[in-house]
């Protein structure tokens, strides 16, 4: 397979043409239908002349992401799309419709090996990396669906972006590119499991975007039960690299803590969790956690989620209950996926 053209930052674009013995500015125009325009094929690059374009297909192509399945829930508008990539692999896409705009919640991988217990995405371990232009193209796909405008990205699909971390960057300065999508950084929010060299890398890179933690536990003793990068990078580590992505960067860190009912969800956990976030001066997104079929946690209860709130609340601690959105369309992450993969992908949301 050739390389994805719609892969490459404008820099890499303007250095390929350039070494081929064309105008710089041509750079600007092929970027300009990929990223901008959002051609879906070489050939719909009309003020390119046929010479240039047989040229650049010679040596490139674009790698598909390509709808195979729309789910769209009648409560609110959230869409779950199933994209198929060039080399047959599935990954999920997720639309959320907000007040302030589009939200798509993007895969940075196909599968994933972090191995979080609680998570449908790593059952079946890292297939591989998606690549930039795999990544922005689930933007893309989704825009064309609906018509409109997305204006804001989380990187919370399947996959560890920090994992991916060259072609995550890479899909950063992409979908950034004012020349491109232009989507701002600030409109961009990224979450990890905690690789804490890439944490504090990342920070150097002075994005503006946001860096969401995957706490899920106060201890390391009990984050260890659930999440096996927590026996690489100690919590005081992970805390620390989250301090200097925030005083490098100027952005609130936000941590996402999945309640399992019985496990994170007392006293103590609450307590470590106010000591915890108070000393990030972080956000918390609570998240009740989202069964899935092959382990056995328990969503903690409306009423306890509540009261946890509340206690962080009162001590001036920015909360929010993760608001469930398109539950009668599927359930957890990377659940959507592996139900399609098994069942062959029949069934009556064909597109
Ligand atoms: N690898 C990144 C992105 C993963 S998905 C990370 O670990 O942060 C985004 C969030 O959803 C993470 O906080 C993840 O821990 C959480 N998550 C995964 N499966 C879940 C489930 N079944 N219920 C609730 N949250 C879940």
């Excluded at 325009?37 to 297909?57: F, N």
């Excluded at 895969?107 to 795999?134: K, N, Y």
């Excluded at 969503?299 to 608001?323: C, D, P, Q």
Aim: charged share 25%; hydrophobic share 35%; glycine share 10%.
């Amino acid at each position: 397979m050739k390389p994805d053209i719609r892969s490459c930052t404008y820099d890499e674009l303007a250095g390929w043409i350039t070494s081929i013995g064309e105008k710089p500015y041509r750079a600007g125009q092929i970027f300009g239908w990929l990223h901008a325009k959002k051609v879906p094929d070489i050939e719909s690059m009309t003020d390119i002349s046929k010479d240039l374009r047989r040229k650049i297909a010679d040596q490139w192509m674009i790698h598909e992401v390509t709808p195979v399945k729309v789910l769209v829930s009648k409560a609110d508008g959230t869409r779950k799309y199933l994209h198929k990539l060039s080399d047959g692999n599935i990954i999920e896409t997720v639309l959320l419709k907000y007040d302030y705009g589009n939200s798509v919640c993007i895969s940075s991988q196909v599968g994933c090996r972090m191995g979080c217990r609680f998570c449908a995405s790593t059952i079946d371990g890292l297939v591989r990396g998606l690549l930039p232009g795999e990544m922005a193209a689930q933007v893309y796909s989704v825009e064309k669906d609906i018509g409109e405008r997305v204006s804001h990205i989380v990187v919370m699909g399947s996959g560890e972006p920090l994992d991916n971390y060259d072609n995550f960057t890479d899909f950063l300065d992409i979908i950034t590119d004012s020349r491109g999508a232009d989507i701002s950084g600030r409109n961009i929010t990224a979450s990890t499991c905690g690789i804490v060299p890439k944490i504090r890398e990342l920070a150097d890179r002075k994005y503006t975007l946001t860096l969401a933690l995957s706490l899920h536990a106060v201890t390391d003793g009990k984050r260890r039960q659930i999440m096996p990068i927590a026996a690489k990078y100690p919590l005081d580590e992970v805390l620390s690299a989250c301090r200097y992505y925030r005083d490098v960067t100027g952005r609130r860190i936000t941590l996402e803590y999945s309640l399992i009912d019985g496990f994170n969800d007392g006293d103590e956990d609450a307590r470590g969790l106010i000591r915890i976030a108070g000393g990030l001066g972080a956000h918390v997104n609570l998240i009740p956690v989202n069964p899935i079929e092959e382990r056995k946690y328990r969503a903690t209860s409306g009423k306890t989620a509540f009261a946890l709130k509340n206690k962080l609340e009162k001590n001036r601690i920015n909360v929010t209950i993760r608001r469930e959105m398109g539950r009668d369309i599927s359930g957890a992450c990377g659940q959507l996926r592996r139900s399609f993969i098994s069942d062959d992908g029949s069934g009556d949301h064909n597109v």
